[in-house]
């Protein structure tokens, strides 16, 4: 059966580096099928669907599609709604109402769940109506993938960033902690080693989510690479818990601030200015420096990969065949296939949507304090063709004549 019927665009969730490459993907294949009446984008996710603030960007050209396309963040803009029942009831009552007969809604495992209660609002009113979910977010946490649109991208920007690091604390020696984003998983925090290249490189250590986090234990490693090398560089997730799964950044705020989904807020540089006090009160080290990376991962320009960015434009691609071609519903997701390739496959939006993929054991060392080479293997295709590298100096010592 083919559905003839207007296609809605929405993007939900934090914005990354690629996110329009499945925008666009989605509207330039959606414009080659004549039983698409017109393509509409959703201005800030499901909140332009209920106040149905649309653009249709049938009338747009594929010149500028394309210029968006390698644009970063969201064209769209996005929104932190987390649709409950009820909201979903208004947003498939408005996409009736203006005869939308395909869904496509890019973001995580929330973006993913809405799918699933829209698409339920419709086979009840028995509205001939498909809906897919276009996968995307740094984190890397969706269930069923070898890996995520965005994560790629984000993991480059992390691997230089701390690659430009550890030279600067190898001039000078002295602590280096960097914070990335990762609320429960730690993918985003282990590509800070993607870039190490001599034995002695930095991050020395790395701590994420999945292991619970001692600050007694902290201090151990810290010193004990201090001691070794003279300096540590340290990449911490800011969602780092203790045994009890209370959040080591929360250990610094009297008044937790929570969003609109429940989650402890977890930016601002709390947990880094908590390390760094710890360190300089406990091991006497002054020289002890802390950034706390925040939206820099998520959408800085000039800094993507060519292989996040090609698999970016093909699940937005994909999503519309299976929908118009197959008549399906569902998620795309990433699945790797030899070394390195992918393919992509459509699961139920019910496997999906409020679960977290966390980061294998085997990825994380015996000690809990770093990756292992089999993180490497598997991070390394994603961070594009053109991953940069660094060199040293490797010419002798002269000989001395006075200090002997």
């Given amino acids: 059966m083919s559905l003839s019927g207007k296609v809605v665009i929405a993007q939900g969730g934090g914005p990354t580096h690629v996110i329009n490459q499945s925008l666009v993907g989605a509207v330039l294949e959606s414009r080659k099928f004549p039983q698409v009446t017109k393509v509409y984008g959703a201005l800030n996710g499901v909140e332009g669907i209920v106040n149905e603030n649309f653009i249709d960007l049938s009338q747009e050209t594929s010149e500028n599609l394309e210029a968006i396309a390698r644009t970063p963040a969201a064209a769209l803009l996005s929104t932190r709604v987390k649709p409950d029942e009820a909201y979903c009831a208004e947003i498939f009552k408005v996409l009736k109402a203006h005869d939308v007969r395909y869904f496509f809604f ?29 996968p995307k977010t740094i984190d890397n946490d969706l269930v069923l993938n070898d890996h995520t649109p965005g994560y790629g991208s984000a993991a480059r920007f992390v691997a230089q960033a701390f690659m430009g690091a550890n030279l600067d604390n190898r001039s000078f020696g002295g602590i280096y902690i ?14 800070a080693a993607a870039g190490r290249v001599y034995p002695e490189d930095g991050p020395h250590l790395v701590y994420v989510p999945e292991r619970a986090f001692s600050i007694e234990k902290f201090l151990e490693d810290v010193k004990e690479v201090y001691d070794r090398y003279g300096r540590c560089v340290i990449a911490v997730s800011e969602g780092v818990q203790d045994e009890k799964g209370v959040a080591i950044a929360t250990k610094l705020v009297e008044n ?53 960015q090609r698999e970016a434009r093909e699940v937005g691609e994909k999503a519309v065949q299976f929908a118009l071609w197959a008549n399906l519903d569902g998620s795309v997701t990433i699945k790797r296939v030899g070394n390195y390739a992918v393919d992509y496959v459509l699961e139920d939006v019910r496997d999906i949507g409020g679960k977290t993929r966390l980061m294998p054991d085997e990825f994380i060392n015996s000690a809990g304090n770093n990756v292992t080479d089999e993180f490497y293997y598997y991070v390394k295709p994603l961070l594009g063709s053109d991953f940069p590298t660094v060199s040293r100096l490797r010419a002798p010592l002269v000989t001395k004549i006075l200090k002997k």
Avoid at 178 to 191: D, I, K, Q, S, Y
Avoid at 274 to 290: D, G, H, Q, Y
Avoid at 296 to 308: E, K, P, T, Y
């Fill in 106 to 134: 890019i973001g995580g495992n929330d973006s993913s769940d809405t799918v699933r209660i829209v698409k339920d609002y419709a086979q009840k009113a028995n509205y001939d109506f498909r809906a897919v979910h276009i």
């Fill in 178 to 191: 960097g914070v990335v984003m990762g609320r429960h998983a730690g993918f985003l925090t282990a590509a």
């Fill in 256 to 308: 937790v601030e929570k969003d609109a989904h429940g989650n402890v807020h977890l930016g601002g540089g709390a947990l880094g200015e908590l390390l760094a006090e710890e360190i300089k009160k406990n091991l006497n080290i002054k020289r002890v420096r802390s950034d706390t990376f925040g939206y820099l991962q998520r959408s800085f320009a000039g800094n993507v990969s060519d292989v996040d």
